[in-house]
């Protein structure tokens, strides 16, 4: 059962501005993490965020997690072309039948016009 | 020195056929993966391996077989192929379970079966 959901589907912007995308999730979860897939390549890993954490820095990166209404957010500031990627959300549940998996959302198509 | 390796990256072939595709990685890591992505980019495990051990088989037809000789390397081997099993496969591997860190993915393996 899928356990993330990423909002929006499609984001498209001018290079500069900010991007923020958004994840909700089912169940309980031991940490979140967000991966970047450039089109025609493997999911590389951005930040880990653990469910006793609410905010976490990474260069342009920042993401928030807020586990009473199981959600995630990712703000990527100052976008550059060099940013456009489909971002994921993975949850590792830390109950029920996904326990010791690790579920990827939908994921969200950024689009970063030069 | 690619971290997690995957071949072939393209396998094209006909249904009712035979086919494998191999992953090692070169990071020293207990736990590996196959992923399915499908043509919506949604990215959904199939099976872990901890120490060429199997401990997670999501709902997959056996005609899906994973084989792990050793820690380092996790091969699928893929019978009597059918439609809708085109996709694009990708390997990963982290260190120790889900919950104490990252995945890092293989480039994939785009399997068209006509």
Same mark, same amino acid.
């Given at each position: 059962?899928? +356990?993330?959901?990423?909002?929006?589907?499609? /984001?498209?912007?001018?290079?500069?501005?900010?991007?923020?995308?958004?994840?909700? =999730?089912?169940?309980?979860?031991?940490?979140?993490?967000? =991966?970047? +897939?450039?089109? %025609?390549?493997? !999911?590389?890993? !951005?930040? /880990?965020?653990?469910?006793?954490e $609410?905010?976490?820095?990474?260069g $342009? !990166?920042?993401?928030?997690?807020?586990?009473?209404?199981?959600?995630?957010?990712?703000?990527?500031? @100052?976008?550059?072309?060099?940013?456009?990627?489909?971002?994921?959300?993975?949850?590792?549940?830390?109950?029920?039948?996904?326990?010791?998996?690790?579920?990827?959302?939908?994921?969200?198509? *950024?689009?970063?016009?030069? | 020195?690619?971290?997690v390796?995957?071949?072939?990256?393209?396998?094209v072939? +006909?249904? %009712?056929n035979?086919?494998?595709?191999?992953?090692?990685?070169?990071? %020293?890591?207990?736990?590996? =993966?196959?992923?399915?992505?499908?043509?919506?980019?949604? !990215?959904?495990i199939?099976?872990? =391996?901890?120490?060429? &051990?199997?401990?997670?088989?999501?709902?997959?037809?056996?005609?899906?077989?994973?084989?792990?000789?050793?820690? @380092?390397?996790?091969?699928?081997?893929?019978?009597? *192929? &059918?439609?809708?099993?085109?996709?694009?496969? #990708?390997? @990963?591997?982290? +260190?120790?379970?889900?919950?104490t860190?990252?995945? #890092?993915?293989?480039?994939?393996? $785009?399997?068209?079966?006509?």
């Amino acid at each position: 059962s899928q +356990q993330g959901e990423e909002d929006p589907q499609a /984001l498209s912007i001018q290079e500069g501005e900010n991007a923020t995308m958004n994840c909700s =999730y089912k169940t309980s979860i031991n940490n979140l993490q967000w =991966y970047r +897939q450039n089109s %025609g390549r493997g !999911l590389v890993h !951005l930040i /880990l965020i653990r469910s006793n954490e $609410r905010e976490k820095h990474s260069g $342009r !990166l920042r993401v928030t997690l807020d586990t009473s209404k199981k959600s995630s957010s990712l703000l990527i500031t @100052a976008s550059r072309a060099a940013d456009t990627a489909s971002y994921f959300c993975a949850t590792d549940a830390n109950s029920g039948g996904s326990q010791g998996n690790l579920i990827f959302g939908k994921g969200t198509k *950024l689009s970063v016009k030069p | 020195d690619t971290a997690v390796s995957q071949t072939p990256k393209y396998l094209v072939t +006909q249904m %009712g056929n035979d086919k494998s595709i191999k992953c090692e990685q070169n990071l %020293g890591h207990d736990t590996m =993966y196959w992923y399915k992505q499908d043509s919506k980019k949604f !990215l959904k495990i199939m099976f872990s =391996y901890n120490n060429k &051990e199997l401990i997670i088989n999501e709902t997959v037809p056996n005609r899906f077989s994973p084989k792990s000789p050793d820690k @380092a390397h996790l091969n699928l081997h893929i019978n009597s *192929l &059918e439609l809708g099993d085109s996709a694009v496969y #990708f390997c @990963a591997s982290s +260190q120790g379970t889900i919950s104490t860190g990252e995945l #890092f993915f293989g480039e994939g393996s $785009r399997l068209t079966v006509l």
